[in-house]
């Protein structure tokens, strides 16, 4: 069964501080990764996506690597700020790129 | 180019009524895709369109839930007789045609039961 998960399931973190969350999936055959994130009452915004031959894939402070060894993605924010507080959705899309499979999320939340 | 527009942004029923959630993808989007999302949980997808036709309803419950997306105007996600359970946040997502397609998200329809 295909699937994806996230862990934490939530975080805290000090506003300037680095954090990373962590997405292990099943998803086979495996085209792509995508890192969401989602704000409280909006909808998910693309951060990142990385195909099987890239390992790592930088937007601003937000850096996605990628293991499709191991099948595992983490995404690292650094000097967090306030405004990083969302969920952060890790999806995985198969080797048609009709599926998506969306992880449950991980919830960050920046403190001042 | 404006994002992907989902009306209405509330949707008030009592049940037994009919909701209709409408989304307008991207110009130049074919493809389209309804997402639910209940409190504190993750998106869980519900159907996948392109124009006129259902490409994998799987996730989309078997009696009163149906979505279309025709040819002209835009892709309509329709709940019959909604009961309380169906109160959730529906996402639309639009994608252009290729194999890396990333989908571009609608602000969602929050949909409360009475």
């Known amino acids: 069964k295909n699937q994806v998960e996230q862990s934490p399931q939530s975080l805290i973190i000090l506003e300037g501080k680095n954090c990373t969350l962590q997405c292990n999936y099943t998803v086979s055959p495996f085209s792509n990764l995508r890192w969401y994130k989602q704000d409280t009452g909006r909808g998910p915004v693309s951060l990142t996506i990385m195909t099987f031959s890239e390992n790592t894939k930088s937007n601003g402070r937000y850096t996605a690597t990628l293991d499709a060894d191991t099948k595992q993605s983490s995404l690292h924010i650094t000097a967090s700020q306030l405004s990083d507080s969302a969920s952060y959705i890790c999806?995985?899309?198969?080797?048609?790129?009709?599926?998506?499979?969306f992880g449950p999320g991980t919830r960050l939340s920046a403190l001042p | 180019n404006a994002g992907v527009m989902q009306n209405p942004r509330h949707l008030v029923r009592r049940r037994g009524q009919e909701a209709r959630l409408r989304c307008s993808p991207m110009k130049g989007h074919s493809h389209v895709y309804w997402y639910r999302q209940l409190p504190e949980e993750g998106l869980k997808f519900m159907v996948y369109?392109?124009?006129?036709?259902?490409?994998?309803e799987s996730g989309m419950p078997k009696e009163r839930f149906s979505a279309e997306f025709p040819k002209e105007g835009p892709s309509i996600l329709r709940i019959q007789q909604v009961v309380r359970g169906d109160s959730a946040a529906y996402f639309c997502?639009?994608?252009?045609?290729?194999?890396?397609?990333?989908?571009?998200f609608g602000a969602g329809t929050r949909l409360s039961v009475l």
């Open positions: 369109l392109q124009k006129e036709n259902i490409i994998d």
């Open positions: 999806v995985v899309s198969d080797n048609y790129g009709q599926n998506f499979v």
């Open positions: 997502a639009s994608s252009p045609a290729g194999q890396f397609r990333v989908q571009y």
